[in-house]
């Protein structure tokens, strides 16, 4: 099973600073199958990123998706007050059929 | 618009069955080549992929978790059900049920969950 490795664990952000977090793979994810999401207390996760770099529908510019193999960021340009929130990523394994989440990284408040 | 919409009894006690149900609106549960799905939340930690169902019937499920879950469709309500027994305290958790496009969806990667529903929680406590 694919571990996906997320880090920092808390990232101290102050509005309109740049926002750089890490998902590290245990192996390949092959096809790029890695997804990125936006979860604020007591809502349901949002897409933000698919496909590691492909925005989801009504996702702001300022949130980008890089990376490939084992190794993926997720870039905020510039924080603003409402992305201050845990972020997910989750990748796809084809070979054993088996979807798998981080731990999660939380942007909270500098 | 599609939504997603989480039904069950809150709480339950250890050693007996949890039934959930997903209400689909706004899409079809058997609309090729789409996965319907359930995760769970424990409180205060991460999302855990329990498992999945494609419209076909057809499921899949996370190997730790295998042996105690059974997810199915019921097409002519246009729900996704999930099954769990011999619940432990381990097993208390918000659960969402969310949908995944397989990447031969038009304007699709595949494998991520575009919507989610508001989640319910189910607490096991006797």
């Known amino acids: 099973e694919i571990v996906l490795t997320q880090s920092p664990g808390t990232l101290s952000v102050s509005p309109g600073d740049r926002a750089t977090l890490s998902c590290r793979a245990s192996?390949?994810?092959?096809?790029?199958?890695l997804a990125w999401y936006q979860q604020k207390p007591g809502q349901a996760p949002r897409l933000l990123i698919y496909?590691?770099?492909s925005r989801a529908i009504g996702i702001p510019d300022r949130f980008t998706g890089s990376g490939s193999a084992t190794e993926f960021i997720l870039t905020i340009s510039r924080v603003e007050p409402g992305d201050f929130a845990v972020y997910y990523c989750?990748?796809?394994?084809?070979?054993?059929?088996?979807?798998?989440f981080g731990q999660g990284t939380k942007v909270e408040v500098k | 618009q599609v939504r997603l919409l989480e039904s069950g009894p809150g709480l339950v006690k250890p050693s007996e069955t949890l039934f959930l149900t997903c209400t689909v609106s706004?899409?079809?549960?058997?609309?090729?080549?789409?996965?319907w799905s359930w995760i769970r939340q424990p409180p205060g930690q991460s999302l855990e992929w329990i498992g999945s169902?494609?419209?076909?019937?057809?499921?899949i499920y996370s190997p730790s978790l295998r042996s105690r879950f059974t997810m199915s469709l019921d097409r002519s309500q246009n729900q996704v059900s999930l099954t769990l027994t011999s619940v432990t305290a381990a097993d208390t958790a918000v659960y969402y049920c969310a949908r995944a496009p397989a990447p031969y969806v038009p304007g699709s990667s595949g494998y991520y969950f575009d919507y989610w529903g508001q989640g319910t929680l189910a607490t096991v406590s006797s």
């Open positions: 169902v494609f419209y076909s019937g057809r499921t």
């Open positions: 706004g899409a079809s549960v058997s609309t090729a080549n789409y996965y």
């Open positions: 192996q390949i994810v092959s096809g790029n199958f």
């Open positions: 496909g590691a770099s």
């Open positions: 989750q990748q796809y394994d084809r070979l054993s059929s088996v979807w798998t």
